[in-house]
């Protein structure tokens, strides 16, 4: 296993976890403008509903802490049977805050060292690829998530359709103090 030379920068580390946090808003503004109806709605062919999605991701953000920093705290799995919208919000916000610790441990030099994203793949030093992995997953999932409501019958509005694009305002709400591409001073 190769490690990554030279460390990766704080700077690098910060910023991930600011895009980590506006990529759990994308989901959080998802499940606040989901039509209720939609939520447990029972998708065409072998399609999983939206709520074992959305408590997909949750549980896959507590593996990769589990596996990967297990000196912080693991929030609790949700289980899709019983989830509420509002308990699945709850626990994605849960559950990113302990994806930026670990992001923010990963990327700036902390005590995490490796990515372990399942028990059985290979681990991969800490690095761009980290959080390129734990975005891909979730944007996979959030796309799932527009194209199911739709096909019920219960599409996102525009605003919120576009608003997962709009970086800027999601940078923003995140207390962000600058824009993307800016850097925050230490």
């Not at 805050?97 to 059985?120: I, Q």
């Not at 576009?162 to 993307?180: S, V």
Request: one cysteine or more; hydrophobic letters at 40%.
């Amino acid at each position: 296993m190769t490690t990554r030379q030279p460390e990766v920068h704080t700077q690098f580390g910060r910023a991930a976890v600011r895009i980590f946090v506006a990529n759990d808003r994308m989901n959080q503004m998802l499940i606040e403008h989901l039509d209720p109806a939609a939520w447990r709605a029972k998708p065409p062919g072998q399609a999983r509903p939206i709520v074992a999605i959305f408590t997909h991701m949750h549980n896959v953000r507590g593996k990769w802490v589990r596996l990967t920093a297990p000196h912080l705290k693991v929030p609790p799995q949700l289980n899709r049977a019983h989830c509420t919208p509002q308990q699945a919000r709850a626990a994605l916000a849960e559950s990113a805050a302990r994806c930026a610790e670990m992001l923010a441990e990963a990327l700036g030099g902390g005590r995490v060292e490796r990515f372990r994203r399942d028990a059985f793949a290979p681990p991969w030093p800490v690095g761009p690829e980290m959080l390129c992995y734990m975005l891909a997953h979730e944007a996979h999932h959030r796309g799932q998530v527009c194209m199911l409501a739709h096909q019920l019958g219960f599409r996102l509005p525009n605003k919120v359709a576009c608003g997962i694009w709009n970086w800027e305002k999601l940078w923003k709400g995140c207390g962000a103090p600058d824009r993307p591409g800016h850097a925050t001073p230490p």
